[in-house]
């Protein structure tokens, strides 16, 4: 039986597609959100270390799987390999209702007004495609603000002069330093730094109706037992089903748009649990897979009048893959540091997000979250022993001494870091895959240097003995669990996928809400923008609606 | 996609290697005991290695985590973590496995001309880390490397140590006593479920 026409379909029930779902559905158009995951809680996978989405040696817990999921890499000599979405290469997110939300370490980041003016602030470096985002920091204000309320967000802005303009608090007190922090915090004053408590998606007091933290250990990369992490998956997807007008498809797995000879979306085909073949018909489609999915089903969707793949005439779909190049350091204390209060990261200094002379941009630097057991036996001083009795008295003095702190670094978007689909390899569901490609910006890595410089001194002042850092290099496609940029918003659309509504360019009912869509990706964790994004094409959605504007194929 | 290890003839041709490194003792038969000059493999049942790899598993990875005043990798039955893997997630090493631990067993027989097992602490100890720095014969190391095998058998092994005890390693917590972690983890009900903790 064919499926219902519905006003939306929406491609992916993550951090965009969840916020716009609940956005469209108040405003009373039917919608249909589908999602190629499941629904998923604690209890799936618990605590395990070996089997989460931080550390995927025994699998993605919460997908996409190695069984039916496969990607292809580049490698900087032009020859290719073929990654599986536990190992690293794939640049994985999630595939599950709420998508990373679920499991992330719900660090709930505004992005400076700088950020979204890094051109006109710094210029271009040469060899990028830097570009202003066609919208403010001002205009997204009301959205952030929406986000940070409807899915909640703990935080204050005390002792962060840098910290963006805001209209309104946010609805829960930050949450209290742990110990680590606490010696953290004076070290950076020492210094003349800023320190302040990190925003978090995550309830410091029972908030929408869910509890407070209860700090395990084991947070980031795992559901939360209690659901007092914020994610897409307890909150907006929730109240866009409570509306009567949304309704959530699990296991779908689009692998088509379809468009119609006049260039306009006509819904989506997608395959079923049991792998049958299905149509939705829709008056828009919003695609919200992910900075890597999103541009691999743009470029799947070939027509008449888009030969090259959906919005693709210009060739810019797929390019300018970021991610973060991610700079840190550790240090080894005298003394214990550890805390069991997870997940550990609570401090933050934004000293050297923006001002840094010569660099364009820079990072909010953080105490990382806690490492668990496993996790920890790759982290070592240069040279020492990785086994053998040395490595278990490591493992069993420094555990519990160890500090961490780490900086996003904003990278530079390169017109050739990019997702393509490959010409051969293909999905279970016979779906070409993504394929990356492309290297860093080199500009990248002189910011990195320079965090890492900081946070050096910071853990010097705070006493640590045996310092070492780590500077990433080139590498290949940069991405991971912070990828953007693939699908950028612009005014030209000779240089961006689609407009500052996140419409496409040429195809009037065919949205994009996610992190592809960011023109730059911030000094800090996106997934608080990336909501804010949902907010923004969702509402200019529903005033066209109400405006009359039909969409319709 | 991932590559299904073809089983069959390989692993006849590395029983046979092993059998012959471990100096004529009859390889075991259906999952049964070996008992000779390597003492007896560790009690099974097996799911993909066989008791004299499993046997040769767990002697590298006591050496990796050997016991001290806590457990080591043996007590706490990092071969059980590995055995099981191979028949799951880790399908896709297991030719490397195979390859592997016969190509130890070689190296053990290069280096000291003795089984892996049958060397003092200290001489398996330097058969691993010629593994580790790649300076083992390279006539028998083609592939996997030395070093990438070593790698592979190092973290599985830590793996096994360190994570859930749900994966059949870290018996009865071990690595988190030892790191004196409470588990579970939800704070005020810190408690081992056993009562030896
Ligand atoms: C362990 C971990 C920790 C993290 N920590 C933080 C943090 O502290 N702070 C922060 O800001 N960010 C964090 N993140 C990143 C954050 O989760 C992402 O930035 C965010 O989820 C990206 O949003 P998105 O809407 O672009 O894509 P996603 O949220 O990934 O949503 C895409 C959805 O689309 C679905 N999909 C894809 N293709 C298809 C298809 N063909 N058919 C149907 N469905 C499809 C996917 O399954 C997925 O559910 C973390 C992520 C992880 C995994």
């Known amino acids: 039986m064919a499926n219902k026409h519905v006003n939306a379909v929406i491609v992916g029930a993550g951090a965009g597609g969840g916020v716009v779902a609940k956005v469209l559905a108040e405003a009373g158009l039917s919608v249909v959100l589908l999602e190629r995951g499941k629904w998923h809680s604690f209890d799936d996978h618990t605590d395990d270390e070996l089997f989460n989405q931080r550390t995927t040696v025994l699998g993605n817990a919460y997908g996409p799987d190695d069984a039916r999921y496969c990607r292809v890499v580049e490698n900087p000599d032009g020859s290719t390999r073929t990654v599986l979405p536990s190992e690293g290469g794939y640049n994985n997110n999630a595939a599950c209702v709420g998508s990373g939300t679920l499991s992330y370490g719900a660090m709930g980041w505004r992005f400076m007004p700088q950020d979204f003016q890094l051109k006109t602030l710094y210029g271009r470096p040469e060899g990028s495609t830097l570009d202003d985002w066609p919208i403010t920091y001002d205009e997204l204000d009301h959205c952030y603000e929406r986000a940070e309320w409807e899915i909640g967000v703990a935080g204050d802005d005390e002792g962060n002069p840098f910290a963006p303009p805001r209209k309104k608090p946010r609805p829960m007190p930050a949450f209290p330093y742990n110990k680590e922090a606490n010696i953290l915090i004076a070290a950076g004053k020492r210094l003349g730094w800023h320190p302040f408590a990190v925003p978090m998606l995550r309830n410091s007091i029972p908030y929408g109706g869910r509890p407070k933290c209860i700090h395990m250990r084991s947070c980031c990369g795992f559901a939360c037992p209690i659901n007092a992490k914020c994610g897409t998956q307890n909150t907006v997807i929730p109240a866009a089903m409570a509306t009567g007008n949304c309704e959530v498809r699990t296991d779908a797995v689009v692998s088509e748009i379809m468009l119609d000879g006049r260039g306009k979306a006509r819904g989506v085909k997608y395959f079923d649990i049991d792998d049958r073949l299905q149509e939705q018909t829709a008056d828009l489609v919003v695609v919200s897979a992910s900075a890597t999915e999103t541009p691999r089903l743009l470029l799947n969707s070939k027509s008449k009048l888009f030969p090259n793949g959906a919005g693709n005439n210009n060739d810019w779909v797929g390019r300018n893959l970021q991610g973060h190049c991610y700079c840190g350091a550790n240090g080894l204390m005298d003394e214990d540091i550890y805390e069991e209060a997870g997940p550990g990261a609570c401090v933050a200094f934004s000293d050297f997000s923006h001002g840094n002379k010569g660099l364009c941009g820079g990072a909010m630097v953080a105490n990382e979250f806690i490492s668990l057991p496993y996790a920890f036996t790759n982290t070592r001083p240069p040279g020492s022993a990785r086994w053998g009795l040395a490595h278990k008295e490591h493992q069993r003095k420094y555990y519990k001494r160890t500090i961490r702190v780490m900086g996003p670094v904003q990278e530079m978007p390169v017109f050739d870091s990019r997702v393509r689909v490959d010409p051969a390899v293909k999905d279970h569901w016979g779906i070409p895959v993504t394929r990356l490609s492309g290297r860093r910006h080199p500009h990248d890595v002189e910011i990195a240097k320079f965090v890492v410089g900081k946070v050096e001194a910071l853990l010097r002042e705070a006493g640590a003995k045996s310092i070492w850092s780590w500077v990433p290099g080139l590498g290949g496609p940069s991405g991971g669990q912070h990828q953007a940029g693939t699908c950028r918003m612009g005014n030209d659309p000779q240089t961006s996928v689609a407009n500052r509504y996140g419409q496409v360019h040429e195809i009037d009912n065919l949205f994009i809400a996610d992190g592809s869509l960011n023109v730059t990706n911030g000094g800090f964790n996106p997934a608080l923008t990336i909501m804010a994004l949902g907010y923004w094409v969702g509402e200019y959605i529903v005033k066209e609606w109400k405006g009359g504007t039909r969409f319709r194929a | ?197």
């Not at chain 2, 005043?69 to 099981?84: F, T």
């Open chain 2, 1 to 197: 996609m991932a590559t299904k290890a073809g089983k069959g003839a390989s692993r006849r041709a590395c029983l046979k290697i092993l059998a012959a490194a471990a100096g004529g003792v009859a390889a075991g038969v259906g999952g049964a005991m070996t008992v000779g000059k390597l003492g007896r493999a560790p009690e099974g049942p097996w799911r993909v290695l066989t008791p004299e790899e499993a046997r040769l598993v767990e002697a590298v990875s006591e050496q990796i985590i050997p016991s001290d005043r806590d457990p080591g990798a043996k007590e706490a039955g990092v071969v059980h973590y590995i055995d099981r893997q191979l028949d799951g997630p880790f399908k896709r090493f297991a030719e490397k496995y195979r390859t592997g631990l016969a190509c130890l067993a070689k190296t053990s027989q290069a280096m000291f001309g003795k089984a892996f097992e049958e060397l003092g602490w200290s001489d398996q100890t330097r058969v691993l880390q010629a593994l580790e720095s790649n300076k083992a014969p390279k006539d028998i190391w083609t592939r996997p490397s030395a070093s990438e095998f070593f790698g592979l058998i190092r973290d599985h092994s830590m793996q096994g140590f360190y994570g859930s005890p749900r994966h059949g390693g870290n018996r009865n917590y071990a690595s988190y006593k030892m790191l004196g972690l409470e588990y579970p983890r939800v704070i005020g009900q810190n408690r081992y479920p056993d009562k030896k903790g």
